[in-house]
């Protein structure tokens, strides 16, 4: 079994920063993409920030230049750096991995964090 553990949540002001941090832990041979996701209260969860095995990054046009996105492989850990935060950016963040593999020849899932609270206030 695969679990993702968030940590660096919390309350800032607005144009303050954050850095999201999420682990991944258990047997695992590879891991695909990972990723950020958001929902905010009354909406969908929407796709913040996604980095691919190659390091390629994808960012939702609301947060580019303002989030980093960044792995670290070795670790399974993947991060998110937010400056110049919001109120707008206010949400529970949920970390993403996706095609995770236990073995070379198990079936890729995809694991969810368990949601990290971000609140920024005005």
């Known amino acids: 079994q695969v679990q993702l553990v968030e940590s660096g949540g919390g309350l800032v002001q607005a144009g303050g920063s954050l850095r999201l941090s999420c682990a991944a832990s258990?047997?695992?041979?590879?891991?695909?993409?990972m990723g950020w996701y958001r929902q905010a209260p009354g909406k969908q969860r929407e796709l913040v920030a996604l980095?691919?095995?190659?390091?390629?990054?994808t960012y939702a046009d609301s947060v580019k230049g303002r989030f980093t996105i960044s792995r670290d492989n070795a670790k399974n850990t993947v991060y998110l750096q937010m400056n110049s935060l919001k109120p707008e950016d206010t949400a529970v963040y949920y970390c993403?991995?996706?095609?995770?593999?236990?073995?070379?020849?198990?079936?890729?899932?995809?694991?969810w964090g368990q949601g990290a609270q971000v609140t920024v206030s005005s």
């Open positions: 980095i691919a095995s190659a390091d390629t990054t």
């Open positions: 993403n991995a996706k095609n995770v593999r236990s073995t070379n020849w198990t079936p890729a899932k995809d694991y």
């Open positions: 258990g047997n695992i041979f590879s891991i695909g993409a």
